[in-house]
């Protein structure tokens, strides 16, 4: 017979763990032995993050986390996993030969620095055993609609409960409230109706999402900096708290200095603008014979350098483009002169030529290009790792650069399941009542 996860919980430390009390929150919470030492720590080393997110926003924000130092549990379904595993082509290929595509690319891209556990939470037994891992959580990250969680008993205030010190995040389309709290949130939705996509797109054209889905980007960087925040106020109240993000939320706050524009004049925005500047001229990309440049003449000193390297240094005092009010008046004379003069050399040339200029330019690069990019490869931010399933395989690296810290890759993103044994074991079950479980369906 099975024991129940209470006695098993409390029996013993987990298998390869020690037990510690986090710092002023009294909080226990369990951290796995690694097995070295690294030269510096990682900022949230010890700190421990129940993954119950999917997609884009949240696995990115529990990535960021876990590029930190925290250590992820990532739960997925039992049998399909995160919807994004079924997401391609591109699909790394598998490195036994066996049937099936392999890991996609886009769950590559926001799942390093996890561990997998596969499992039914609409199974009682998974239930227990997602409560049993978030009473030694410091983080629950979840983005399922408002009041779902809540019928299998994982919502905050049933955990909170059982651990007074857990932070819980929710992210969601539309908020915990408001009139559109029950409505399905995607990103692409939350552009076109939250004002990005208006302004996105060529000035005569039609409105274009961006390239990447930046709302859900930017709402995962948003909830990883408010669950930081809930963690520092936890280290002197011992409380935990609800944190509740919302795309809508995050779209709105990051329309930035243009959303400030119709808030200060009353009126509505100025379109889109493609990859010029409302109020800045020249600032914007520019055709050469084989690609585009972009040139940034964001004062009077700047314009003049440009006009010197375009080989029109009298543009500078053209009484039409003296000053830059004057350039926005005559935009659709200066910025036609300018081009045409562009499109005479390739985009290697002019970059050779503003070289150590001061002015501000860059080649417009597609993604390949940009990840075998001198200064991208410098930087360190490709780096190859060796995956479970395919082998060595090229991540984008973590950005952190800290001066008295270690941040890396020390996972590969997981394959589904891969770490479900390894942390049941570490909750106490003993190889019979795993195998059982995965008898019954409820994990694998």
Partial sequence: MRRSLSTIASSRNPIGTRLQVAPRSGILRYIRYQSTVPAKPSPLAGVRVLDLTRVLAGPYCTQIL??????????????????????????????????????????????????????????????????????????????????????????YETLKAENKGLIYASITGYGQTGPYSDRAGYDVMVEAEMGLMHITGERDGSPVKVGVAVTDLTTGLYTSNAILAALLSRASTSQGQHIDMSLSDCQVATLANIASSVLVSGKRDGGRWGTAHPSIVPYEAF???????????????????????????????????????????????????????????????????????????????????????????ARGMVKEVDHEACGPIKLVNTPFKFSNAEVSIRHAPPTLGEDTNDILKELGFTSDQIDSLKAEGVIA
Avoid at 68 to 82: F, M, P, S
Avoid at 100 to 118: D, I, M, Q, T
Avoid at 120 to 134: H, P, R, T
């Fill in 66 to 155: 876990g590029d930190l130092g925290a250590g992820v549990i990532k739960v997925e379904h039992a049998t399909r996993g995160d919807d994004t595993r079924a997401w391609g082509p591109p699909y790394a290929p598998r490195k036994d030969g066996k049937p099936g595509p392999g890991e996609s690319a886009y769950f590559l891209a926001v799942n390093r620095n996890k561990r997998s556990l596969a499992l039914d939470f609409k199974a009682a037994e998974g239930q227990a055993i997602v409560k049993a891992l978030a009473r030694t959580s410091d983080v629950l990250v979840e983005n399922y609609l408002p009041g779902t969680l809540a019928k299998y008993g994982l919502d």
């Fill in 287 to 377: 055709p050469t014979s084989d690609g585009s440049i972009l040139l940034g003449g964001g004062n009077d000193r700047l314009f003049g350098i440009l006009c010197t390297k375009i080989g029109y240094p009298e543009w500078a005092s053209d009484e039409r483009f003296v000053t830059n009010e004057k350039r926005v008046e005559h935009r659709y004379i200066l910025v036609p002169m300018i081009g045409e003069e562009t499109r005479r050399k390739t985009t290697q040339e002019w970059l050779e030529i503003f070289e150590g200029s001061g002015m501000p330019y860059a080649a417009v690069n597609d993604v390949y290009d940009t990840l075998h990019h001198d200064h991208v490869l």
